[in-house]
């Protein structure tokens, strides 16, 4: 579960970082623009992210995160996007594609949401 925490934050630090030097030089960037830019340029070249077992949802939450968090920022409810840091409030969103999560991060994931719950 580390490895799909640091994707996902590798994924929005890499976004908050492209959006702020797209942003000083006058461009308007969104997040499907950088979505698209990030699977088609930037992913290839890491082949961690592509890992098997690794959920490749996950860099599109962190994408939809981050245009969550300057929607945020814009209507001002928030203040600008922090650059995420490791082992503080690590998280990530995984997708089970409509299919039951049977294995051993299955498990985890229910002990923790009982935990909580």
């Not at 799909?4 to 797209?22: D, E, K, Q």
């Not at 942003?23 to 961690?48: A, C, I, Q, R, S």
Request: glycine share 8%.
């Amino acid at each position: 579960m580390s490895k799909h925490a640091g994707i996902a934050r590798f994924t929005y630090n890499w976004g908050l970082a492209t959006w702020s030097n797209l942003y000083k030089d006058g461009l308007k960037p969104n997040k499907y623009l950088l979505k698209k830019f990030f699977n088609n340029h930037v992913k290839p070249e890491f082949t961690w992210i592509k890992e098997a077992g690794i959920c490749q949802k996950i860099t599109q939450y962190a994408f939809d995160n981050l245009g969550d968090a300057f929607t945020r920022f814009f209507s001002k409810k928030a203040g600008y996007p922090k650059f995420k840091k490791k082992g503080h409030h690590d998280s990530f969103t995984i997708d089970a594609g409509g299919k039951p999560i049977n294995n051993r991060l299955g498990k985890n994931l229910r002990r923790i949401a009982s935990h909580y719950l």
